[in-house]
């Protein structure tokens, strides 16, 4: 009887653990029956390449200077100006021209960049381009024999696709996971803001960042970007920046040799169903205009202070963070759909899309307690406040609490609108009190 149970119970196990790996791969792929993923692995691979970075920081030494520390008999901790080394990943996508996928965050400060083939070949690299905002960064390689990937449309990807990821993780070479897309349009993970990452449970790791998001026909629909781990390691929640937004930063570069992000020129506030109701319009959410430039791409489609925008390009709105997202990721000069509530009637508009100003100054050259920053007028889609682009990480910047994204808007009480207006005030005072707008909350820093 015993023997029987066991038998039984052997048989049902066996029977789960097939059904479990028989439902980890897709049925097909490209129209074929699938037993192995190698096949798609062998095709694609070679496009993906591993980089290796080389930078120079600068480290304070948290006891001061050399007469303290010998005073008080601390040790001698090493400061200035050092060497580090970096690794990541990154996606060939023209092979003719040389031009690499990857993220800012792997080579934005990058002094020497190198990339390995999958052959084990090296090569110097340089950027062409890079957008902190989104993460992404576009560097070239001159090689013969490349291999590049086709870029699918992000927009085609539904929860639930099959995916594998391949790049660098923990500078072991090229490896290979696979998994869904767990879920689309995820936000709110990057401090820069400008986000609608595709998330996965391909497992994904430190040094994974740039490589290749792949769906079963072969096509690059994202960019691996980061994760959430509290131990560092993968758990199952990854993000990636969809190609729909990559290819977009990088025919910008490519065209313009920088980024020329739209403006629609209004200030906003996000809106939700009680507010709308006491403005007499029957919606749960929406972004809020409160004020129009003049001259704006807003004023010249007609839209006025009290609309409530709903839809961009189709694509529901539902907050002022999400407006700012669906604006700061167009090229100025783009026709967009606007879809709006006035009076609890729902009316559409096409924009084309002014252009942000990227005039930009350094942190330490308004004060010195905001040394590591960097700001730029105008926030992307409102027009409206100084945005701090670029905070390096233990500056002085980032030690009083300040973030990359975050949107001045006042300065010891005034009105700060361009970075000339931040200036004239920070001139008259040794204290500053900055107004900061993130995301939805207000918050207040002093700066000594």
Do not use: C, W
Request: aromatic fraction near 4%; hydrophobic fraction near 40%; avoid cysteine.
């Amino acid at each position: 009887m015993t023997t029987t149970k066991t038998s039984i119970t052997t048989l049902l196990l066996a029977l789960f653990f097939a059904a479990t790996a028989q439902a980890a791969l897709p049925q097909t792929v490209k129209g074929e029956a699938v037993t192995s993923l190698a096949p798609l692995v062998e095709e694609v691979s070679p496009a993906v390449v591993n980089i290796r970075v080389s930078q120079t920081v600068t480290r304070r030494n948290p006891f001061g200077d050399d007469a303290f520390r010998r005073f008080f008999g601390l040790p001698d901790t090493p400061g200035g100006a050092q060497e580090v080394a970096s690794a990541g990943s990154g996606v060939i996508v023209d092979a003719e021209r040389g031009y690499i996928l990857t993220n800012h965050h792997v080579v934005g400060d990058a002094d020497m960049i190198k990339i390995s083939l999958m052959d084990g070949t090296v090569h110097d690299a340089e950027i062409v381009g890079s957008d902190p905002a989104t993460d992404i960064a576009v560097i070239k390689v001159t090689a013969e024999g490349l291999t590049d990937m086709p870029i699918g449309d992000s927009n085609d990807a539904r929860v639930g696709d099959f995916v594998i990821a391949i790049g660098n993780p923990f500078g072991l070479g090229h490896t290979v996971t696979s998994g869904i897309i767990s879920a689309l349009g995820r936000t709110g993970i990057s401090r820069d803001g400008y986000e609608d990452f595709i998330q996965t449970d391909a497992s994904i790791n430190p040094g994974n960042s740039g490589g290749a998001l792949v769906n079963m026909n072969g096509e690059l629909i994202g960019i691996n970007s980061a994760i959430i781990s509290r131990s560092g390691g993968n758990v199952g929640i990854g993000f990636a920046v969809p190609t729909e937004i990559a290819s977009s930063i990088m025919s910008q570069i490519l065209d313009f040799g920088e980024i020329r992000r739209g403006l629609l020129g209004v200030n906003i506030q996000t809106i939700d169903s009680q507010a709308a109701e006491a403005l007499g319009n029957d919606i749960d959410a929406g972004a809020l205009i409160t004020v129009i430039q003049p001259e704006s791409a807003a004023e010249h489609a007609g839209l006025k202070v009290g609309d409530i925008i709903v839809e961009v390009n189709d694509k529901k709105v539902d907050s002022a963070a999400e407006l700012r997202n669906r604006i700061g990721l167009l090229r100025s000069g783009e026709q967009v759909r606007i879809k709006y509530l006035r009076d609890n009637e729902t009316l559409s508009a096409r924009a084309e899309l002014g252009r942000v100003q990227n005039q930009m100054i350094l942190g330490e050259e308004i004060h010195r307690g905001l040394a590591g920053s960097t700001f730029a007028s105008a926030s992307t889609s409102t027009g409206d406040g100084i945005e701090i682009s670029e905070v390096q990480e233990g500056s002085p910047a980032a030690q009083r609490g300040l973030r990359s994204g975050d949107l001045i808007t006042h300065v010891n009480r005034a009105r700060v609108r361009e970075l000339q207006d931040l200036r004239e005030v920070a001139a008259r005072y040794d204290i500053l009190f900055l107004n900061v707008r993130r995301g939805d909350r207000a918050l207040m820093f002093q700066i000594r």
